[in-house]
């Protein structure tokens, strides 16, 4: 018996331990697809729209998770209020779009739903990038000295969102009831139709992927980026303002995550509990990419939106419920973990 | 006598508490016991009604205090300590409505398969992610309560977003019955609490426990295992957890999802700060304070021009906002200001 373990458990063991980031990559996405394809049954409009949803919502966490990702690889803080940002944008969208049953009414004085979509898009952003500021100027400025209470104020700043957004809104959830034009079109795989706006969506998402990317590789900013992500003294002490490039990027990270529920909103509505789902969800990709690397946020939130999406799929064929559906992000995770304690693409911390 | 001098005010709130529910029952004219009708008693009148807030600051307070340990004493952040909170109560739910034993025995059984589950799952969190960053163990933390309470608010078999009702709590613990008995039950438990934590933390293993959340590497280099102090750390808070989770859902007679939700870290992690981090009772003021304010504001109002600001429906809100602020600007909570106020004096 212990011959048969050590048999099998030690090049069991070797293999997972020395499996290369690439190599962990294509067995994940191998299984993913493989559980698609068993979960639609064969049928392949079933499985391109299974495919299709995934990658928008890999699209979708990208943006909430390339802030997180960033933000705690150039300043070691995990923004736990970036889910609120995500909510905040959803919120303002769906307001601005529904003047006549939202709470705020300034979408009246524009007639045309597309534009007005558009310019709520704007105005969320607007508003994130400035929530942001204020966040990181305000108040996570003076705790630079007491990390710990940085974590703890992010969670509570996280707090004041929802609840503010609770009391303004309510609880109830919004369903968007004014379509954009683009949002009506559909378009057709194998028979099954499917929106031109979530095609849009994905394809907006990989575009900034690949746009962040090149400007994280070639432009001057980014690279002060990434050189502050190995090591933000450094970067002091060569005479760049790091501080001002902290603010930059917080910023940025949370007009991205405002942006991303605006651009959600007319299909996910505007529910309380969007932030949570999406920061949690966001965590578990950018733990599992490995903290503080761009590349493991981007494939990760790939595979983490696949997963989700075929989990869905799966509880639908095969009736195990919706719980686990929900949890997917999670056990992702903890699976990525097992194998690769750092995530895909972290280093030895 | 030294003993008396140096813990006069210690004895002295210990004896009030313990005094309190005849001494409410004396000055408002009720019986501590309820309302005699037929061979039992209603649970009516002042005394019995303060009892129950008292309860629920003791069980709040044990929370707290063992938030505090992880949290103040030994520098590990925790963003699902309500985990165990509602796993104590989800356990005795279950335990006394489905498996069919005798109530109190299977009260007894509950507890001791909180304490083995608790311990269990403090274990494999802390083994899986403190030898990482710090970090690590908050996002766990979060990630697994959240697991749980989804999962918790969807279980048909504890009747999902509804709870599960007790019905089948033993009768001298059943707070509609004999509310006096769970009075002092909490009393002990809060008591040992408070003499476990304040002997734990004076111990040499405290002062272990201090030096990693001062410096964890130092600590490392002068030799100690940290991961073992930790992971101690851990499973005790998290065993005290499950316990003050026992008592809140016994007094609510009921097992509910919201005990395991984000909503008691908040509340355990504010307690903490306003109460004062890393003092010994800085976590009982914190607990004591912010629930009284609770009881005692829910229903207030305050009209301001024309708009009217009720107090309970955006109590989480103005929770949040207090806490932000204590954060920024009043660190060391109300007694450990008080106690830089007094060494400041004294010098």
Redesign the interface.
Known sequence: MENLIREIGVPLGRFFGRTTATGAIALLFAIILGVAFVASQGNMSTFSITILSGLLRAALLFLVAAGLSLI?GLMDI?N?AQGAYFMIGAYLAYDFQHPANGVIRIGEAIPDPNLRFLVGVILAVVVGGILGVILERG?LR??YE?P??Q???T???S??ML??I??IWGTTPYAWTVPITIQTTQFEIFGQGFSAYRLFIIVMGIALMIGVALLLRNTRIGITIRAGVEDAEMVTALGINVRAVFTLVFTLGCALASFGGAVAAPFLGATPSLG?TYL?AS??VI?LGG?GSYEGTAIGSIIVGLAWATMEQFSLFSNI???WS??TP?LM?ALV?LAR??GLFGEE? | MKFLREHWFFLLVFVGLLLLPYLIGWLTGSNPLGVIRGDRYIMRGESTYWQSVMIEVFALSVLVMSYNLM?GFT?V?S?GHALFFGLGGYITGIMVQFSGLDPLLAFVLAVGLTVVLCTVIGLVIGL?TL??????F??FT???A??VW??FG?LPLTNGEDGLTMSNLPAIIDPSQNRLILYYLAFAMFVFTFLFIRRLVNSPTGAVFKAIRENEERAQAIGYHTLRFKLFAIVVASTMAGGAGIIHAVLAKSARPEFLG?GYT?DS??MT?IGGVGTFTGPIIGAGGLHLADVLLRNAQFTIGTTTINIG??W??L???V??VV??IF?FGVVGTYQRWRANRKR
Not at chain 2, 131 to 136: D, E, F, I, Q, S
């Open positions: 705690f995990l736990f108040l003076p705790l007491r710990l209470f974590l703890v104020l969670f509570g700043v707090i004041i609840e503010f609770k009391l949570a949690l965590i578990a733990v903290l419920g919706t719980v929900s949890i999670m995770l973990l304690p750092n911390r | 949290f520098g952040v963003f899986a030898r990482l960053k710090g970090v690590y908050a996002i979060l990630a697994l959240e697991m989804i999962y969807r984000v908040v992690l504010l700060i429906e955006s989480t809100f929770l949040g906002v806490f932000v954060v920024l660190p």
